[in-house]
Every structure is written in C-alpha cells, then in structure tokens.
C-alpha cells in the first residue's frame, strides 16, 4: 500500500453544506477547546458541541508535534475563532492529517444542531444503529473497509458468500491474530484480506460496502466513492462520521452508521484527557459513548 494522499474535496462540500443550513448564529460560535495529541481530535465550541474524529495526525506525526500544532493553531482563534480561514487556507503549512481531522472534528460540531433538520433536508434520522441484514441479498459480497465495524455482522450474515476485508494496518500481531480465529469461526465464508492496495477492485465486485469513517478524515473518503457506483448500499460507519450527511449523500453514500457525543460528556472526555496525556483515547471512546444513530439517504 502506498503513502495516503489526502484529499480536502469532500470536506470541502460538506463545509460548504453546513455554513449554508446554519442560517444565522454562526458568526456567534468560536472555539473553546482544541485537543490534538490524542487519538481522536477534539473540539468543542462555546455553544457544548463536540466534535471528534480518528487523528491520523498523531498516528503519522507523533503527540509531541501535535501539541506543538495545538499551541500555534490557538494563537490564530482571536481573529479567526472557528479556525474557518485556517483551516481552509491551501497556503497554510500544517501537517495534511491534523488539517484533514481538524476539519472533520470542526464540521461534527458545528453539526450537532442540524440534525434536527432531517426531513426538510430530505434524509431520514433514526436512533440506533443500522441492521446489515435489512440491506443485504442472497449470494452478496460485502467488502468492509477498516478492521472492526460491520465485519462480524457481514461473516455471520447467511446471504453473504463472500467478505473483502482491506484494512493499513492488518499486519499487526493483534490484526493478524483476530483474522484467524474469525476464519476458524465463519469457516464456510470466503474472507479475502487486503492491506488496501486492491480496494477499487474488491469495491467494483461488492453490492455492499462499508467504510469506515475514518477515511474521512484522512481524506480517503473520495477515493473509495468512485469505486462503489455500482454498489446497492454504500455505508459510511464510526465515530468519525457525524457530520450533517447531506453532502455525503450527494457523493454516494447511501447510508451513515455513527454516535452522537452530547454537550454532557465533556467534563468525561477532558478528565480522561488530563488524566491520560498519552492514553488510548480509542478505546475510551469504545467504552464510554453507546449513543448510536443512523442517517439514511430518501
């Protein structure tokens, strides 16, 4: 698998998107709380919102250079106190992973009170989260796009004959051990195991796909959707992934699999912050936030 490439088009939409449905108020928000060392990137707003998504910046740069980046972003917010200039100034030297999930934390936020308007914006929004089997088909091939989400639910599902699995990191001890107990266990499934190098081919071969929705915010996202045309259903699914849909829908994601992280939890996530500067901030997130929601394209 070569170097990723990020690309800023499709956050650019959504960008875009979500400015245009927050009618008035937006000039009133500003960055309160920026966290960029851990494994997910954090902003929250004056208003409670928050926004997270995976930080390719810390696997890629290190916590040390994010703290760093921390420091110099916050001395822009004076004059520019959403980051909207910054982070969307093409001229700006900063790390292309910390900008592409500083981008995406900053949009989850500023959606938080768009959801509400789901059906004037012509998607529908459920709580809980979204069934494979409602989606699937006798004899589907289902590729899944990062180790984890919707894999065990594509293995067990009995209209599935076969799982693509593409993920960067499966040659990792713990990557490599998990696939061999799920072949053991689903041993009349064909699972085929990718470090990504084929996914526009696995892609142009499945009905399903579901990606995770950290290639969002590594800027993957575009890629893949120009493979997945001809799938029934394109699922965008993790915590990465609650941004106001509506641009994604337009690009080819039918459906989103994500979690909601209410205003509430903040005192949890800053205590674990503090508590743990180099701590897996993955899987507190896995632990602590349950509150599933789906979004689906009308």
Not at 39 to 58: A, D, K, Q
Not at 80 to 89: A, G, H, N, S, V
Not at 154 to 169: H, M, Q, S
Not at 200 to 219: D, F, P
Request: hydrophobic residues 40%; contains cysteine.
């Amino acid at each position: 698998m070569g170097k990723l490439t990020t690309d800023f088009s499709l956050l650019n939409q959504c960008k875009a998107n979500i400015l245009d449905n927050h009618t008035a108020g937006i000039d009133s928000y500003h960055i309160t709380d920026l966290i960029l060392d851990q494994t997910f990137s954090i902003v929250r707003l004056n208003t409670g919102w928050i926004g997270i998504s995976m930080n390719y910046g810390v696997i890629e740069g290190g916590r040390e250079k994010m703290r760093q980046e921390t420091q110099r972003l916050k001395n822009f917010l004076e004059k520019d106190p959403l980051l909207l200039k910054q982070l969307w100034d093409e001229d700006m030297v900063v790390n292309p992973f910390l900008k592409c999930t500083l981008q995406t934390s900053l949009l989850s936020a500023l959606s938080y009170p768009l959801f509400e308007m789901s059906d004037a914006a012509g998607f529908k929004m459920k709580l809980g989260g979204l069934s494979l089997a409602g989606l699937t088909q006798p004899g589907d091939a289902v590729t899944v796009i990062g180790l984890g989400g919707y894999l065990h639910s594509a293995l067990k599902n009995p209209d599935v004959r076969r799982v693509f699995l593409a993920d960067l990191y499966l040659e990792r001890p713990h990557a490599i051990q998990e696939i061999e107990q799920l072949r053991k266990r689903h041993p009349d499934k064909e699972l085929l195991v990718s470090d990504g190098s084929e996914n526009e081919s696995i892609l142009r071969q499945s009905q399903i796909a579901c990606i995770t929705a950290s290639s969002l915010s590594n800027g993957t996202l575009p890629s893949f959707l120009a493979s997945t045309r001809n799938c029934r259903a394109t699922i965008l699914q993790g915590k990465s992934g609650n941004v106001f849909p509506t641009a994604l829908f337009r690009a080819g994601i039918t459906h989103v699999t994500t979690y909601m992280i209410r205003p509430e939890s903040w005192h949890l996530i800053q205590k674990q912050c503090l508590d743990h500067p180099d701590g897996d901030f993955s899987t507190f997130v896995d632990a602590h936030f349950h509150d599933s929601v789906s979004y689906a394209a009308k």
